[in-house]
């Protein structure tokens, strides 16, 4: 499974912005699909969880109430919705899944085997 993020780019603070991670391979809705972010000289950091079969969905405290995932199961693709931008959600978002999970309010790096390429997102007047 190669997942595919996209839709990364430059927008003020308070904007919005709308990330995008798909594949070409099996559908999406049996696994768990969520999206992780690196900031310059920091560690990779759990943002959001959407389980398997669009169960449960999960927020990093930083992000809840600002950020949306959600699944669009005809086009396979999973969404982050992102709101109210600060200059501290610049960072490398990357998409990631891990087959038959349940997620959780705490994940890790080592809970998602699938990783997408990262897509540039930043926040700056």
């Known amino acids: 499974v190669q997942l595919q993020a996209s839709g990364g780019g430059l927008v003020p603070p308070r904007g919005f912005l709308r990330l995008s991670c798909t594949t070409s391979?099996?559908?999406?809705?049996?696994?768990?699909v969520g999206w992780f972010r690196q900031a310059p000289g920091k560690e990779r950091e759990w943002v959001s969880c959407?389980?398997?079969?669009?169960?449960?969905?999960y927020y990093a405290d930083s992000t809840k109430g600002r950020f949306t995932i959600s699944r669009d199961k005809a086009k396979n693709t999973v969404y982050l919705q992102m709101a109210d931008l600060e200059p501290e959600d610049t960072a490398v978002y990357f998409c990631?899944?891990?087959?038959?999970?349940?997620?959780?309010?705490?994940?890790?790096?080592?809970?998602?085997?699938?990783w997408g390429q990262g897509t540039l997102v930043t926040v700056s007047s």
């Open positions: 990631v899944a891990e087959p038959w999970m349940v997620c959780t309010n705490s994940l890790i790096v080592a809970n998602f085997n699938l």
């Open positions: 391979g099996p559908s999406l809705e049996n696994y768990a």
């Open positions: 959407s389980s398997t079969g669009d169960g449960g969905k």
